[in-house]
Structure formats: C-alpha cells, structure tokens
C-alpha cells in the first residue's frame, strides 16, 4: 500500500484468538516471526492494528452514542436560534444523510475504524452548517417577504443561496476525491465517507430539510401574510387627509 516505491506491505489475518491481556499481540507476534524465517531479509514494522469483535463493538457503541448526543446538541441549538419545525427539519436531514452513508459503508464493505467514525461526525456538522446557510436566508426572506407563502420563500431563498452551496461542495469535493486517490490506504475509509456524505448532505437541505419545513409549518401564506389584505384594504378604505394649500408668494420686480 502506499507509494510503490516504498514497498510497504499490509498483512491482514481474519483472528486473533481471545480479546484479553496479552493475547492481542500473540497473532501480530507470530506474524512477525515467520516473515523473519522465511528469509525476506530486513524489515521494519511500521505499525500494527488489531481490531476485534469486542473493540470493534466498543467503537460502535462510542460512535452511536456520539452521533446521538451530536443530534440532540444540534436540535437545542436550531430550535433555540430559529423555530422548532426548522430544527426538527434540520435533524431528519442529517439522519438522512447518516442512514446513506452507512448503508454506502455496508454495501462497499468498510471496517467501522475510527477514521470512519471520524468522518460520520464531520459528515454531521458539515449536512447542518449547509442546512444553516439556507435557513438563515428563509428567516431574513421571511422578514422582507411577507405578503409571500411560505413555498415562495423557501424556494427563493434556495435559489439565492445555489450558487455558494454548489461552490462549497463542489470544492470540497474535489479534495476529498484527490484524498481518497492519492491518500493511501489509511485514509481511504475517511475518504470515501466523506465522498458519499457532501453529495448527501449537499441534495438533502434542500430536497429534505426545506420539505420537512413546508410539511410542518403548511404551504400557505405566513402570518404576515394573512394579515396583509386586511391592513391593506383598511389603509385603502380610509380617507387621506388632505392638506392645507399655502398661499404663494408674490415675486418682487427690480
């Protein structure tokens, strides 16, 4: 793996006997004892990883219980700065994206490893930091926009803000491609992770968490907006006061 010139090797055994005291490193000694005898010549071991059942399980639960909390920290948040149907929109659009990418992972065959991990949590704050740029825009839309529905608003303040998140993803993107091409193997988990979530996270604010929005608050007009034919057939209905004409003044010839 790697850069072929390095002539690093990875070597892979499916057990490694029981998972306790010094018994997870008998399978990486006696790995190292063979390539010793088989007469290689010198070799150095860069580094060695042994992932079980039961750690495998202790990751899986530390990561779960990460992402749950993560959630929950982003639904006080939204509901808190914004409105509680924009949170909860907010959230099923990250869970969207998290459902994708670990199917993406099972499908392809991904060890859960803690680069994996690494990548679902940042998968997580990089769905809400795009989901944020938009709902920021529909609350200041909804200010300005008020004779508007509630579609209408939401569909030009997606409009307004396509051209940065196609930009910022896009960009993104490309790196993280180039990451998971020339990263090695290491960072190859991370990479893809990463590859499945921008495109996830990019479609889902707009085709998830604006709909959630919508399904939540209705399509009709806003408060503002049920109000406005009344104020405007008041202000119609009622007479302007007519001012009082000044008399003009004569000029004066020299």
Known sequence: YGDPSLRQKMVRV???????????????????????LSGLGNFTVVGTEIVGPAVGQELSQRGLVATVLSLVGLLAYIAFRYQLSFAVGAVVATIHDLLIVLAFLAFFRYDLTLNVIAAILTVTGYSTNDTIVIFDRVRENLRGMRRDSLIQVINASINQTLGRTVLTGGLTLLSVIALFFFGGEVLRGFAFTMIIGIITGTYSSVFVAAAVVTFWRGAGPTRAAEKAPELAGASGAAQQPTRKARPQKKARAS
């Open 14 to 36: 499916p057990h490694v006997g029981e998972e306790q005291g010094a018994s997870l490193s008998n399978t990486a000694a006696a790995v190292e004892g063979a390539i010793k």
